[in-house]
Nanobody, 118 residues
């Protein structure tokens, strides 16, 4: 079982920056595919960015060039650096961990609110 704890959300003006952090419990972090999703009111949860264990990344088109995902395996932590924030980025951001294997498993954090004012 992997528990994910997020931090770093808050209120920021348009054009500002925030960095989200997500720390995972346990000792399998290096093998996990980590990702950030977001969900705005009335919408479906959507992928923002992901990073595999080999540090390959993928980003949603709407954040390319503005957001950067990274991971520190020594701290069991994944980050999402968000720059040039826009009001449309307002959402609850969720950390996700995916365990590849014969029995794949997905874990979610509790979510952290990001609000961007215009």
């Amino acid at each position: 079982q992997v528990q994910l704890v997020e931090s770093g959300g808050g209120l920021v003006q348009a054009g500002g920056s925030l960095r989200l952090s997500c720390t995972a419990s346990g000792n399998i972090f290096t093998s996990l595919v980590m990702g950030w999703y977001r969900q705005a009111p009335g919408t479906q949860r959507e992928l923002v960015a992901g990073m595999a264990s080999d540090r390959s990344t993928n980003y949603a088109d709407f954040v390319k060039g503005r957001f950067t995902i990274s991971r520190d395996n020594a701290k069991n932590t994944v980050y999402l650096q968000m720059n040039s924030l826009e009001p449309e980025d307002t959402a609850v951001y969720y950390c996700n961990a995916f365990k590849v294997g014969l029995i794949p498993q997905t874990y979610w954090g509790q979510g952290t609110q990001v609000t961007v004012s215009s």
